[in-house]
């Protein structure tokens, strides 16, 4: 299915990245993975995915930076973008919201729930 949408996944946790890879790929999406925030922009640049699903605390840049990297660059500005975080608080949602983000999902988070936002931000 080579039409199918491109996710990007980046986070610094490979059970996480697995997990989501995998029910991406079985709700029919193509999937890149990244394990750090500057894999994620080096991906985002190179293969210009539909959306991405970055994890808030990664090494070399987060979430939030990598977010910044997106929305300031003008040929990725309208990439959706999915954060992940254990960092739930009313104040952490808002930032990351308020920074750009399309929607913000606390974890641990059911795999189902991410499909589906991923499906509605795309329109799928």
Do not use: N
């Amino acid at each position: 299915m080579t039409d199918a949408p491109l996710v990007l996944c980046a986070d610094d946790d490979e059970d996480i990245l697995s997990l989501v890879s995998l029910r991406l790929q079985r709700a029919g999406f193509r999937v890149a993975t990244a394990a750090d925030g500057e894999e994620a922009v080096e991906i985002a640049r190179t293969r210009r995915p539909a959306l991405a699903v970055l994890d808030v605390m990664m090494p070399k840049l987060t979430g939030y930076e990598v977010l910044a990297e997106l929305r300031g660059d003008e040929a990725l500005r309208g990439l959706k973008v999915i954060l992940l975080s254990a960092r739930v608080q009313e104040g952490d949602i808002a930032l990351g919201l308020d920074a750009g983000a399309d929607a913000y999902l606390a974890k641990p988070f059911k795999a189902q729930d991410l499909v589906s936002k991923v499906e509605e931000l795309l329109g799928t």
